[in-house]
């Protein structure tokens, strides 16, 4: 069991699992090995002290650099779910599952607000993992809708089990030849149903299917940790970035604004040393 899962990999991540690794602790950051998408795309930050001017491909390599001299690796995994266990954390991602005694989510923002319907229809015919829950709608009918042309690839997988995708892209570009996808360049307004989704409306059409696959980089954290107390679509956090679960911290653009690099590190930094405060506390409680 890991002391921490840091869950994130853009600079509230980096700066946190810097902090636990000076610190000792034995953790597991997870997330891109490219680290964030919207450091990258940058093209020259101002305010971050004491590079001025630096692009955001700059201020990547950087913090690659700094984990790669620390030893730190990213593991790269797309998490799924986050379950308080009573005196751990389950997390769940596309490919296994890890447990932890404390977790920080670094997870940023979605670039896309929730669909109407997601959050009501979450695990029952709506899913944000091809591989965890693919199998389950083998032979049935599918909406795929994709921010991003990294999950073409899982769109491809689902169409090898279901009978149709409706294949839904949110960007330019995306181009998938299997026989049964069919390619809606449309703007999903609504998840709709009864016990179980039944069809997605659009803003020009209504699709019937079995299920929605809402294929993205961020998935808002009501719908990540259950119980988890939010306010605006950020994460409610004290000055020392605990949230209303024990052992649960929260650091970065997921917090609340302002969306800025600096203000990202500090509560990275923030984040970890309340987790060494929480699990010293912890190990004296158990003595």
Do not use: W
Not at 15 to 29: D, E
Not at 79 to 101: C, H, I, P, R, W
């Amino acid at each position: 069991m890991y002391d921490c899962i840091v869950i994130g990999t853009g600079a509230a991540g980096v700066s946190a699992a810097l902090t636990l690794k000076a610190r000792g602790k034995n953790f597991v950051l997870l997330g891109s090995k490219n680290l964030s998408s919207k450091i990258e795309a940058a093209e020259e930050i101002n305010n971050y002290p004491g590079l001025p001017a630096i692009s955001g491909k700059g201020l990547k390599a950087a913090l690659l650099n700094h984990l790669q001299s620390c030893g730190i690796a990213v593991t790269p995994a797309q998490v799924t779910g986050v379950y308080a266990m009573g005196e751990s954390f389950s997390v769940l991602t596309d490919g296994q599952s890890y447990e932890g005694k404390t977790v920080i989510l670094a997870t940023g923002v979605e670039s896309v607000k929730p669909v109407a319907g997601e959050l009501e229809f979450l695990g029952r015919g709506v899913s944000y993992c091809a591989t965890c829950d693919g199998l389950l709608y083998k032979g049935k009918k599918i909406v795929a809708v994709s921010t991003s042309p990294a999950f073409e690839e899982e769109v491809e997988y689902l169409s090898s089990l279901a009978s149709s995708v409706v294949f839904v892209p949110l960007y330019k570009g995306a181009k998938l030849s299997a026989q049964n996808i069919q390619t809606v360049r449309d703007m999903p307004r609504a998840i709709e149903g009864d016990m179980r989704v039944r069809r997605v409306v659009f803003a020009k059409q209504t699709v019937e299917c079995d299920g929605v696959f809402l294929l993205k980089e961020a998935i808002a954290p009501s719908a990540l940790v259950p119980g988890l107390k939010t306010e605006g679509g950020h994460v409610s956090v004290s000055r020392d970035c605990s949230t209303n679960l024990k052992g649960l911290f929260a650091a970065g653009d997921c917090t609340g604004r302002p969306y800025q690099y600096a203000k990202a590190v500090g509560e990275g930094n923030v984040a970890a040393h309340s987790v060494c405060e929480f699990l010293s506390l912890s190990d004296k409680d158990k003595k």
